[in-house]
């Protein structure tokens, strides 16, 4: 069987040295340049993620949903921990907080300006993600629990999932809001209702997934 898997290496050298790799020929404009026309916003990856390869967009927000829709049902029927283990001490904690509420700032950064910079509702809702979970090594879990039951978390990150899809197909069948002023927050259409929707949906299934883990596992 080793001697298939030589044969095939030597083949894909040889394809690679003997055939070149095929060119777009471009007319006047680059690609990048055609996206950022297209959707009407200077971060060409937001103008894909959300306009040209919208379709895919989708099912990758119904994939992470899935994933922590997982995580739930594998924990499910496993006891709780008694020990949680987490930082006591006090620099460690006021790090924790600091890089918390840094990774907060900058999410919602992301999320507001994802479509004209660098960044995105994935990028923000890591970040997102991040801070609360740097919240969660150093704070009670009882507490962190009542407070993502109180503000009904797990209710809004399904809303913003159905929302989201409900958007994306408006997107798809033609439905376009005004593009507005290039560069600006208001610009690219759906783009930043949509990069604020998958930033809630990533960063509350993060906090879900947290306190699963924190409950079932204690590995914080």
Known sequence: MIWIYIIAGVALYLKMLVFPNPTMELI???????????????NTVSGIIFRNRLYDTIFEVVVFTLSIMGVRYLLADEQAVSTVKQ???????????????IAALISIELALRGHLSPGGGFAAGVAGGTAIGLVAITASSEWMEAIYKRWRAAIIEKVSVLIFIVLSVLALMGLELPPGEFGT?????WMPFLNILVTIKVALGAWAAILMFIRYRGLL
Not at 91 to 101: H, K, M, N, Q, W
Not at 185 to 189: A, H, V
Request: without cysteine; proline residues 6%.
């Open 28 to 42: 006047d404009l680059s690609i990048v340049e055609v996206v950022v026309q297209d959707s009407g916003v200077p």
């Open 87 to 101: 930082f006591t001490d006090q620099p460690s904690i006021v790090l924790a907080r600091l890089g918390a509420t």
């Open 185 to 189: 927050l208001l610009s690219g259409g």
